[in-house]
C-alpha cells in the first residue's frame, strides 16, 4: 500500500532555516556535509567520536594536538557549535575545519558537543545536553583526557546559540558548589545569539515554549539580569562580534554589560570589519578570519 502523500500545508515558517507542517514533518534548508573522525597527518591532530548519553544521541567529537611527550598535558576546550538551537552538528565539515585548526594551533585537547536540536527537542535541552558533557569532562574517564589534559586549564566557547549555551554553562559552573563539572579559566562567545525584540527571536519564541519570562531568564537576555555577569566564575572571557552580523548588537550589549558589572576578570573584545555571522566558519581563509583564529589562539594559550 502507497504511503498517503506529505502534506504540504505550512503552520510554522522559519524560513530560510526551517518549516514545520501540518503532518509533523521537518524540512531543513541548511544542509551541512557530515565527515567522520579523522587522524591529519600534517598537523598531528588526532580526532574521534565518543558517546555520553546514548539514550539522547549525546556524544562529542574530540581532537588531540600531536603528541611529543607522553605525560605531555594540554588544556581543554569544550566547544558548543550555533545554528539557531535547529541546525548544524559537531560532524559538520565546517565545525570539524575550524576545531582541527584551533586544536592544531593552540595546542588544546577540544570537545565539541552534539546536542540535541530544536524543534524536535525543545529547549532547555540543548543546556541539559551540554550539561552532561562539562560534567563527563570534569570525570576525566577518556583516555584522552585522563592522559594529556589538564582540567585546570579549562575554556568553555561557541559561535551564534551555541555561544548563548556556552554562557549559560560558565553561569551554572559558577552556581555548582560541588567538583562534578568543568570550572573553566576562559570563555569565548563569538557572534552570540541572545534574545533583543526582532524577528529572529520568533524562534526562540517556538523552540522554547516553557521558558521563563525573558526578564527573569539566564539564558535569553542576561544582560537584563543585576548582579549575574558579575558573578561569573571564570577569570578572562573574550568577546567576537562582527561588523555585518544581524545580531551584532547582541554582542556588543553582554559585552557592555560585563565591562560596567562589575565583574573583575580580564574582557576582550574582537570586532570584524567588514565581516557576516558566523563567516569565519564559511570563510576561514580569508583576512579577516586568520585574525579572528589568532585572537582565538591567542586567548587559549595565555594561561
Partial sequence: MASPPASTKVVHDFYPRFRVYEDGRIERFHKYVSVPPTDNPETGVQSKDVVIVPENNVWVRMY????????????????????????????????????????????????????????????????????????????????????????????????????????????????????????????????????????????????????????????????????????LGCSKIMVCIAEKDFIRDRGLMYYEALKNSGWGGQLELVDSDGEEHVFHLWNPTCDQAHLLMNRIVSFLSST
Fill in 64 to 231: 588531540l594536538p600531536k603528541v611529543t611527550d607522553v605525560a605531555q598535558k594540554f588544556p581543554v576546550l569544550v566547544y558548543i557549535h550555533g545554528g539557531a538551537f535547529t541546525l548544524e552538528s559537531a560532524s559538520s565539515s565546517s565545525y570539524d575545519t575550524f576545531l582541527h585548526s584551533v586544536t592544531a594551533k593552540a595546542n588544546v585537547v577540544t570537545v565539541s558537543v552534539e546536542y540535541r536540536l530544536a524543534p524536535e527537542h525543545k529547549l532547555p535541552a540543548c543546556y541539559e545536553d551540554a550539561w552532561a558533557v562539562m560534567q563527563w569532562v570534569r570525570q576525566g574517564s577518556d583516555p584522552w583526557l585522563k592522559t594529556h589534559a589538564d582540567l585546570s586549564r579549562g575554556f568553555l566557547a561557541g559561535d551564534s546559540a551555541g555561544a548563548n549555551i556556552s554562557h549559560y554553562m560558565m553561569v551554572k559552573t559558577g552556581e555548582d558548589n560541588s567538583e562534578d563539572c568543568l570550572k573553566p579559566v576562559g570563555m569565548i562567545l563569538t557572534h552570540p545569539y541572545f534574545v533583543g525584540s526582532t524577528e529572529v527571536d520568533r524562534i526562540w519564541d517556538f523552540v522554547y515554549p516553557d521558558r521563563p519570562a525573558s526578564g527573569d531568564d539566564p539564558k535569553a537576555n542576561p544582560a537584563a539580569i543585576p548582579g549575574l555577569l558579575s558573578q
